[in-house]
């Protein structure tokens, strides 16, 4: 069975401050994965995703994961957050089965303060 | 283009009372659809989730239910609400396997 894990469970940068979030996989088939996002009251919304190819994938906002398959990872990045990037951020693999089960991390909260 | 639509957004409920959660899919047809439940720290927990019409799987056992009486529709119920229930309830969809989920605004339910 898929598993993803997140490392973090709250993390607090300033703003301008480099931004790495940890997720590492468990899975032995084909690899996708995904990092989703939720602003404060909005609804939780894909950020980017992994599928094949390049294993530096690229989303919105200036976010960038990297999937490195030795280490089982697929970390979020962001050289510079804003204020506007506070949310909780969920890593995600998105199943194996005709049912599509998403599994996903417990999820990082960030705090960035202005 | 799709949308998802799911309310009510917040609700409050006295303990024992039924409940009806509901979630329409538009612009898609034959859509995956999952009932998540979030906590705080917890990450989303699947409940339930849905390959068709009547079609109802459910992943933990608990005092909730699901149903799916059209292709678009889901609904989450419940016939006598515990504290417990208390909590974030997402609805998604899917159109397919790997491809990404598609969230709702959630409904934030509070038994009392």
């Known amino acids: 069975a898929q598993s993803v894990s997140q490392h973090n469970h709250h993390v607090i940068l300033s703003e301008a401050a480099s931004l790495e979030l940890g997720c590492n996989y468990s899975y032995g088939g084909t690899v996708n994965l995904f990092w989703y996002v939720q602003y404060p009251g909005q609804h939780l919304q894909l950020l980017l995703k992994y599928f094949s190819g390049d294993p530096l994938v690229k989303g919105i906002k200036g976010f960038e994961a990297e999937f490195i398959k030795s280490k089982f990872s697929f970390n979020l990045r962001k050289p510079s957050v804003q204020w506007s990037d506070t949310a909780e951020y969920f890593c995600?693999?998105?199943?194996?089965?005709?049912?599509?089960?998403?599994?996903f991390g417990d999820g990082t909260t960030l705090t960035v303060k202005p | 283009s799709q949308t998802i639509h799911q309310w009510p957004a917040t609700l409050v409920q006295p303990v024992g009372s039924p409940l009806s959660l509901e979630c329409t899919v538009e612009g898609t047809s034959n859509p995956n659809l999952y009932w998540y439940r979030q906590a705080a720290g917890r990450g989303l927990q699947l409940l339930f989730y849905s390959v068709g019409i009547g079609q109802i799987s459910s992943e933990v056992p608990q005092n909730l239910s699901a149903s799916r009486p059209q292709d678009r529709q889901f609904i989450l119920s419940s016939k006598k609400l515990l504290l417990s229930d208390s909590g974030f309830y997402l609805c998604?969809?899917?159109?397919?396997?790997?491809?990404?989920?598609?969230f709702g605004q959630g409904t934030r339910l509070t038994v009392v």
């Open positions: 995600a693999v998105p199943g194996d089965t005709n049912a599509g089960k998403s599994t």
């Open positions: 998604a969809w899917k159109t397919g396997v790997v491809t990404e989920a598609f």
